[in-house]
C-alpha cells in the first residue's frame, strides 16, 4: 500500500479508506449521491450547450468541456476546473460536478463572462 498510494495523486490514508467503504455500504445514502450527480450533470450538460460549449458524452462524475480560455478567468473567481496542457486534450478543460449550488456559482460567472 506504501508503494500503491505514493504514485497515485490522490491518496488516501487508513482512516479515508474505512470512511468511503463505509459510506458504499449504506445503499440508499449511496444510491441518492449518485441520483444527485447524474441529475446535476445532465442539467450541467444543457447549461453548457446554451452557452456554446461543446462536450463530449459524460456518464462519469465530470464533463470533459471545450473552452480554454476560460481556464484562467475561472481560476480568478476560484472557480477550479483542470485543465492539461498536452497537445491532443489542450482544448479541453475537466469539470467535475459539485452541488446543484455550486455548478450555478459556475454558471452564474459563465453567462457575466461570456456577455463581456
Known amino acids: 500500500n506504501d508503494v500503491k498510494y505514493s504514485f497515485n495523486s490522490y491518496t488516501m490514508n487508513q482512516t479515508s479508506l474505512v470512511c468511503g467503504v463505509e459510506a458504499v455500504k449504506d445503499r440508499a445514502h449511496f444510491e441518492e449521491t449518485v441520483h444527485k450527480i447524474i441529475e446535476t450533470r445532465e442539467w450541467a450538460k444543457e447549461e453548457l450547450a446554451k452557452l456554446g460549449f461543446e462536450f463530449l458524452d459524460s456518464k462519469a462524475n465530470f464533463i470533459f468541456a471545450k473552452h480554454p480560455e ?33 455548478m450555478e456559482t459556475m454558471f452564474s460567472f459563465l453567462k457575466r463572462y461570456m456577455n463581456k
Open 70 to 102: 476560460l481556464f484562467e478567468a475561472m481560476k480568478k473567481e476560484n472557480i477550479y476546473v483542470r485543465f492539461w496542457g498536452s497537445r491532443r486534450i489542450e482544448q479541453y478543460m475537466r469539470i467535475t460536478i459539485g452541488t446543484k449550488e455550486e
